[in-house]
């Protein structure tokens, strides 16, 4: 497809895959910054402070993530991990990362856990649903091989594709893509018109995106298998987890706590 935009000056380039990322960053920043203002639980400082402290932890937790599911490409050359340019990011390890750390960040400045993941909940799969273009151009996260009559089929022949060149195969980013916009659509009117208790809508969000990676996953052409699963990744036993958490999560904050008509987007 088309990996790189703009020639900037020698090795810099505005890329396709690191534009994309942006363009969801900002549009979830935008989204996730007038529902705040709306609700007023935080100050736009709070607000702004949080996002940085996701940043960086999506950061961490997405590298982390792709070195432990592709440590053969860092082998005698560990350096190469401190530069987010070389390899990429593994989105399940953003998910954990940004919970994990801007959980303790709430927890410390006495900020109400749930309801600030609760929101970012509800525009975190539209945010994955552009990203995911930026895969698509730059040719990561490629399908398997498939028929040159299957409809559906993608074909990459720029050189500098992360993807196998001139073979057909499965469109998995836009699969990732589409079901990401149906996690955000379902999400949204779930928050709209049924969550009642903080945490329910974090961890649907979760129950979906980890079921639509697991799935999708059996038709990618990178995924790294387990030795003793030969038929799973460890994007997908990752999946399962957090698939499990999300569930029990689900049951665990319906059953405990009060009903809260802040929950519901008006």
């Known amino acids: 497809m088309f ?4 020639h900037i000056y020698g090795p810099l380039w505005i890329n396709s895959y690191g534009l994309m990322i942006a363009v969801g960053f900002l549009v979830f920043v935008f989204l996730m910054y007038k529902h705040i203002k709306k609700t007023k639980i935080i100050s736009s400082n709070q607000f702004f402070n949080i996002i940085f402290v996701g940043l960086i932890g999506g950061i961490v937790g997405g590298r982390i993530f792709f070195l432990l599911t592709n440590w053969e490409d860092f082998v005698g050359n560990w350096p190469d991990f401190f530069y987010p340019w070389i390899g990429g990011f593994g989105i399940l390890g953003v998910i954990i990362g940004v919970i994990v750390v801007v959980s303790f960040y709430l927890k410390i400045n006495k900020i109400p856990i749930l309801h600030i993941l609760d929101i970012a909940a509800i525009y975190a799969p ?26 559906l089929a993608v074909i990459f022949t720029n050189p500098h594709s992360l993807a196998p060149l001139n073979i057909p195969l499965h469109p998995t980013q836009i699969y990732l893509s589409l079901t990401s916009l ?11 018109y049924f969550a009642s208790k903080f945490g329910q809508i974090l961890f649907t969000y979760l129950f979906l995106e980890s079921l639509s990676r697991f799935t999708v996953d059996f038709w990618r052409g990178d995924r790294v298998l387990i030795a003793c ?10 999946a399962f987890i957090i698939f499990v958490f999300a569930l029990a999560g689900f ?16």
């Open 3 to 6: 990996p790189r935009i703009f």
């Open 126 to 151: 539209l945010f994955q649903s552009i990203a995911r273009i930026g895969c698509f151009l730059a040719g990561c996260c490629y399908g398997i091989p498939v028929s040159n009559h299957f409809k």
């Open 229 to 238: 699963f030969s038929f799973l990744s460890y994007s997908q036993v990752t």
């Open 182 to 192: 149906f996690v955000f659509l379902i999400v949204f009117l779930f928050s709209k």
């Open 251 to 266: 049951i665990y904050v319906t059953k405990k706590y009060k009903i809260s008509k802040k929950v519901i987007i008006r």
